[in-house]
């Protein structure tokens, strides 16, 4: 199955790979400066606003922290507001679970800022101070970890360290000076990140002579054995694992460029789509990131004050790029199957005096409506 996921999703990155040369942008020549689509631009996706089903889930919370996925029908999350309960100043949030099938939620055992939930049901919990939506390093914060379901046990947050989000526990960030070298002009430095156990870890090793810096990342695996994958290491805070490809998805924009990493080994890049690539050389105004999917690479796309009827979120499935939701998306998550996305989605101008109301939308992409 893995191997099936993997070689589909080199078919669409392949169909894409030519994207971003100067000549092939000739006939989207002078599309960006118009506010409405063109008819050139149209030729490079298809409408699709109501191709896939779509939950609009009630905001009756008040979310202090992030959307989890439970599993494939569930989300939990953080909240201090909830039908017969308002948190008042210094109570901890209560943690929700919610259907988004039929909007039905129960609160469960937890209290707290939900910082972690990962795929094997390993959850990270913070509590104390005043505000939870706030961070001070000076505030003596509570850490609680363990299993969904079961009692959680206090940690200590090392210094100068970062929270995975598929191990859900604290990793070092900084880098450790190699011993190794006897030449005093140049240095070696290396930071790591931790995958998952069975895959070992990446390291990135960071080599100094005078002005010259040069970064090679290795793949360590568990029989030590190491392997040069890439000259750019991961973003910390933005490198997830997909359980549904059994591989790693490194969040970027646009301007960086997304990446998968396979545990065999190996970065791949995923292509931009032309119109977007044209969006983002001929202007300055375009912002977009995603997630990957079982269907396809899905961005969402922030326009400019003026261009914002280009917004929306963009699936690229199959080597089509398809609009599916007209509304511009701050946050998007997959679930752990890879068919749904939960997003917090702006519909029309977000630029308009008037106070703005997201909607929370979930969209369930890997069969068109019936």
């Not at 988004?100 to 094997?120: A, E, M, P, Q």
């Not at 591989?247 to 292509?271: I, M």
């Not at 796309?301 to 280009?310: A, E, L």
């Amino acid at each position: 199955m893995k191997l099936l996921v993997l070689f589909s999703l080199t078919a669409v990155f392949t169909f894409c790979s030519a994207a971003e040369t100067e000549e092939s942008f000739s006939d989207l020549e002078g599309s960006a400066a118009s506010k409405e689509f063109t008819s050139a631009e149209r030729k490079y996706f298809t409408e699709a606003l109501d191709r896939f089903k779509k939950y609009e889930l009630k905001k009756i919370f008040k979310l202090t922290s992030q959307i989890r996925w439970l599993d494939d029908d569930h989300i939990v999350f953080s909240t201090k507001k909830l039908p017969g309960w308002v948190g008042t100043s210094g109570e901890p949030s209560r943690i929700v679970v919610m259907n988004i099938t039929d909007n039905t939620f129960n609160v469960s055992r937890y209290r707290g800022k939900l910082f972690c939930l990962n795929h094997l049901g390993d959850l990270l919990v913070r509590q104390g101070g005043i505000d939870e939506l706030q961070f001070d390093q000076d505030i003596a914060y509570e850490w609680h970890t363990g299993k969904w379901g079961a009692d959680l046990v206090h940690v200590h947050r090392p210094p100068n360290s970062f929270i995975s989000n598929y191990l859900c526990k604290f990793s070092e960030l900084s880098y450790q000076n190699h011993t190794g070298f006897t030449d005093e002009k140049q240095t070696e430095k290396y930071q790591t990140i931790q995958l998952l156990p069975e895959h070992g870890y990446l390291k990135n090793t960071l080599h100094e002579k005078g002005k010259i810096n040069r970064s090679n990342v290795y793949h360590i695996t568990l029989d030590g054995i190491q392997r040069f994958v890439s000259d750019r290491f991961p973003l910390h805070t933005e490198f997830y694992f997909y359980p549904w490809m059994d591989s790693y998805f490194e969040k970027s924009s646009l301007n960086r460029g997304p990446r998968v990493f396979d545990p065999s080994g190996a970065f791949t890049n995923v292509p931009i789509p032309k119109l977007l690539a044209y969006w983002r050389k001929a202007s300055t105004s375009i912002a977009a990131g995603g997630v990957l999917t079982k269907a396809g690479m899905l961005w969402d796309v922030h326009q400019d004050r003026g261009d914002w009827r280009k917004q929306g979120i963009y699936l690229e499935s199959n080597g089509v790029l398809l609009r599916i939701e007209e509304g511009s998306g701050v946050y998007s998550s997959v679930s752990p199957n890879g068919c749904r996305v939960i997003d917090s989605v702006l519909r029309g101008d977000p630029y308009k005096p008037q106070q703005q109301k997201y909607i929370w939308l979930v969209i369930d992409i890997c069969k068109d409506k019936k």
